[in-house]
């Protein structure tokens, strides 16, 4: 069922690779809600990926963009003020990579050019792409950012390895950079912390299923799916929400806030 809440909005998804990527989800929910928008991803992502029938069905041209590219992200903005004649009005940054977790190497063994990679696509992108819109006055008045984080950032999931230590400096971007974009254009920024979800980046945590299954039974509502994830962002892009920065805010079920629950006690005591 669909709102209207985000009619005569325009937005930029990044992240869409297939059709279990929250922000292919995202896309769909943003347009059914009125939306107008521009798809990204890496240009070796879009030969991997399917994105093509996204941008199909969602009406959306797709403009390929590095996001450790200074050149692709400033490329991206002006090609998207361009293609919408101004700014846009909410941006979606679903975009997560770890070489130590792809290649499995411990976290006390981390190698550091591929922490480095990691954190730049995972973390730093997140600061790129609001330096190049700030440059480009490519966000329109009260716009919304919203980036996808996970409660690693806080806790300790031993196998989410250097994705952690991406996560809290994405959160911590967010913050930073909420403070500069509020204050100059009204321009918010926050992150939404995910359930794990069945994703091609969530299958590439060590363990992945046992995460799922107990976060599951650790949450009091269950894991959120990526629909209800993608619902989520879009009230986060909608003028409901216009008060809402610099915030991390959990989409998890309860799971943050719980302790342990009936269901791991009773599992324990098998
Ligand atoms: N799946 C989960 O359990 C879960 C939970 C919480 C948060 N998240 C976060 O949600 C976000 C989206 O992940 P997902 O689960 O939908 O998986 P996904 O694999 O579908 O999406 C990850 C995306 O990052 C893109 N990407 C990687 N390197 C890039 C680069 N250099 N330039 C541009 N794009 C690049 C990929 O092409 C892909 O589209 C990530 O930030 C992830 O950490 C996922």
């Given at each position: 069922m669909a709102y209207n809440l985000l009619k005569g909005k325009k937005g930029i998804i990044f992240g869409a690779l297939d059709e279990n990527s929250i922000a292919w989800k995202t896309a769909q929910h943003c347009k059914a809600e009125g939306a107008d928008l521009i798809l990204t991803n890496a240009p070796i992502a879009l030969r991997m990926g399917t994105i093509n029938k996204l941008a199909e069905e969602v009406g959306a041209p797709v403009i390929p963009a590095d996001?450790?590219?200074?050149?692709?992200?400033?490329?991206?903005f002006i090609k998207s003020k361009e293609h919408f004649g101004g700014g846009v009005d909410f941006i979606l940054h679903s975009i997560g990579m770890s070489l130590n977790v792809r290649k499995n190497v411990p976290y006390t063994e981390n190698n550091y050019d591929f922490t480095h990679k990691g954190l730049d696509i995972s973390a730093i992108s997140l600061h790129r792409v609001l330096q190049y819109a700030m440059k480009h006055d490519a966000i329109n008045?009260?716009?919304?950012?919203?980036?996808?984080?996970?409660?690693?950032?806080?806790?300790?999931?031993?196998d989410y390895n250097d994705m952690a230590d991406a996560k809290a400096m994405l959160e911590s971007i967010a913050r930073n950079f909420g403070y500069q974009y509020g204050m100059k254009k009204h321009v918010r920024v926050n992150t939404v912390s995910q359930s794990p979800t069945r994703t091609t980046a969530g299958a590439?945590?060590?363990?992945?299923?046992?995460?799922?299954?107990?976060a599951e039974k650790m949450s009091p509502l269950g894991n959120a799916t990526a629909d209800e994830c993608a619902n989520y962002c879009v009230t986060l892009f909608s003028d409901l929400t216009k008060m809402v920065t610099m915030q991390n805010l959990f989409h998890d079920g309860g799971f943050s806030s719980t302790g342990v629950s009936q269901a791991v006690i009773d599992h324990m005591e098998d």
């Open positions: 996001v450790t590219s200074n050149e692709d992200i400033e490329n991206l008045e009260w716009g919304s950012v919203v980036a996808l984080s996970y409660i690693a950032a806080q806790r300790i999931f031993p590439g945590i060590k363990g992945f299923n046992g995460f799922v299954t107990y």
